[in-house]
């Protein structure tokens, strides 16, 4: 069964279209803890990289020199969250954009986020998971 933890929720603004609304946010003094966001701007998933076997491996296969953050890398491929694929990047609900105007600091509640899961990656062989890695990083 997959875990989920409650986070709270910020004011942000899109800088591309003006839309306000409520982002989940881990905060300063959390350390190997990430949240990963749905394409839409809709979903999120909980990503603990201490505990993530993924993310080693993400990190072990990156290119030293790579512009791409291991986090970009392990949410490409996390499990679809209601048919969405997922992003290290937080997401405008309204434009899908990841431009931000502002991100106030105002609390506006909280959201129940559940773990990051994995299934179809780890169905893959070792050799098809460095793959699966190798071809996002290089995208």
């Not at 946010?25 to 839409?40: H, K, N, P, S, V």
């Not at 169905?123 to 699966?132: F, P, Q, V, W």
Request: charged share 25%; hydrophobic share 40%.
């Amino acid at each position: 069964m997959t875990k989920s933890r409650t986070i709270a929720t910020f004011e942000a603004k899109c800088a591309d279209c003006g839309e306000v609304f409520a982002a989940p946010c881990l905060g300063d003094f959390t350390y190997g803890q990430f949240l990963l966001f749905g394409i839409q701007g809709t979903v999120f998933r909980y990503l603990d990289a201490i505990d993530c076997p993924i993310f080693e491996l993400a990190a072990s296969v990156m290119l030293r020199n790579s512009d791409k953050h291991v986090c970009d890398v392990v949410a490409s491929v996390a499990d679809l969250a209601d048919g969405q694929r997922m992003t290290a990047k937080q997401i405008c609900p309204k434009c899908h954009s990841d431009h931000w105007a502002r991100w106030d600091g105002r609390r506006m509640g909280e959201v129940v986020i559940p773990d990051a899961t994995f299934d179809a990656f780890n169905r893959l062989s070792d050799e098809m998971k460095r793959k699966r890695l190798l071809e996002f990083e290089s995208e």
